[in-house]
T-cell receptor, first 117, second 114 residues
Framework: GAVVSQHPSWVICKSGTSVKIECRSL??????MFWYRQFPKQSLMLMAT?????????EQGVEKDKFLINHASLTLSTLTVTSAHPEDSSFYIC?????????????FGDGTRLSIL | AQSVSQHNHHVILSEAASLELGCNYS??????LFWYVQYPGQHLQLLLK??????LVKGIKGFEAEFIKSKFSFNLRKPSVQWSDTAEYFC????????????FGSGTRLQVQP
C-alpha cells in the first residue's frame, strides 16, 4: 500500500529556533499534500494544502510566514516552523494523495511531535 | 462550511461486544465519507470510504459503515470487537465544495477490554 514517511518523529528545541519537517511519499507520486496540526485529545486541523510546483493554500488563521511550506517535487513536501515558540508545540501530521480527486483517500505520515522549550 | 460530529468521545467495550460509532456531517450536497483508525503509536489508516453506490460499505478488519443521506450520518459498525480494535477512530468528510482536504471529526477512543 501507499506509504508516507514523515521525519523527524520527535523534535525538542529552544524557543526561536526554526524547525523543518519532511514528508515523503515513498511509492507513489503525490500531486497534493496536506499538513495538519493535532492538539491533545482533539481532531486534526488542516493547516495548508500544497501542490507540487505551486504555492501552498493556507487555512484561515494560519500564518504563512510562520509555517513555510515547500512542495518541491512530487514526492516531497516540507513544513518549516520559523522562530518557533512554546505555543507552536503540537503534533504535526502530513498526508498525501496520489490523484487530485476528492474521492481518493489520503495516506498519512506517522506525525512529528514538536516540543518548544 | 462542512463539519463533522462524533458524539462518542470514549467508548469502553468487552471483547465480542458489538460496536457502533456515530458520525454526522453538515453539508447538503454530494459528499465523500471516510473512516480512519489510529492504533496506538501508529499513523492514521483508512478503514473504509464511501463516495457513491451502495450506502452500506464494507471495510477492512470486519468493519462496515452505512451512509444514511436523510440523517446526514455515516456510522461505523462491527458485530464483534476484539482487543486489537483498541484505537482512535476518526470520521472524515470531503464535500464537493472545491475544498480538497478532509474535514475530520474529533475522534472516538475505543477501548476493548479482554
Amino acid at each position: 500500500g501507499a506509504v508516507v514517511s514523515q521525519h523527524p518523529s520527535w523534535v525538542i528545541c529552544k524557543s526561536g529556533t526554526s524547525v523543518k519537517i519532511e514528508c515523503r511519499s515513498l511509492d507513489f507520486q503525490a500531486t497534493t499534500m496536506f499538513w495538519y496540526r493535532q492538539f491533545p485529545k482533539q481532531s486534526l486541523m488542516l493547516m495548508a494544502t500544497s501542490n507540487e510546483g505551486s504555492k501552498a493554500t493556507y487555512e484561515q488563521g494560519v500564518e504563512k510566514d510562520k509555517f513555510l511550506i515547500n512542495h518541491a517535487s512530487l514526492t516531497l513536501s516540507t513544513l518549516t516552523v520559523t522562530s518557533a515558540h512554546p505555543e507552536d508545540s503540537s503534533f504535526y501530521i502530513c498526508s498525501a494523495r496520489e490523484w487530485d480527486r476528492v474521492d481518493q483517500p489520503q495516506h498519512f505520515g506517522d506525525g512529528t511531535r514538536l516540543s518548544i522549550l | 462550511a462542512q463539519s463533522v460530529s462524533q458524539h462518542n468521545h470514549h467508548v469502553i467495550l468487552s471483547e465480542a461486544a458489538s460496536l457502533e460509532l456515530g458520525c454526522n456531517y453538515s453539508y447538503g450536497g454530494t459528499v465523500n465519507l471516510f473512516w480512519y483508525v489510529q492504533y496506538p503509536g501508529q499513523h492514521l489508516q483508512l478503514l473504509l470510504k464511501y463516495f457513491s453506490g451502495d450506502p452500506l460499505v464494507k471495510g477492512i478488519k470486519g468493519f462496515e459503515a452505512e451512509f444514511i443521506k436523510s440523517k446526514f450520518s455515516f456510522n461505523l459498525r462491527k458485530p464483534s470487537v476484539q482487543w486489537s480494535d483498541t484505537a482512535e477512530y476518526f470520521c472524515a468528510v470531503n464535500a464537493d465544495t472545491g475544498r480538497r482536504a478532509l474535514t475530520f471529526g474529533s475522534g472516538t477512543r475505543l477501548q476493548v477490554q479482554p
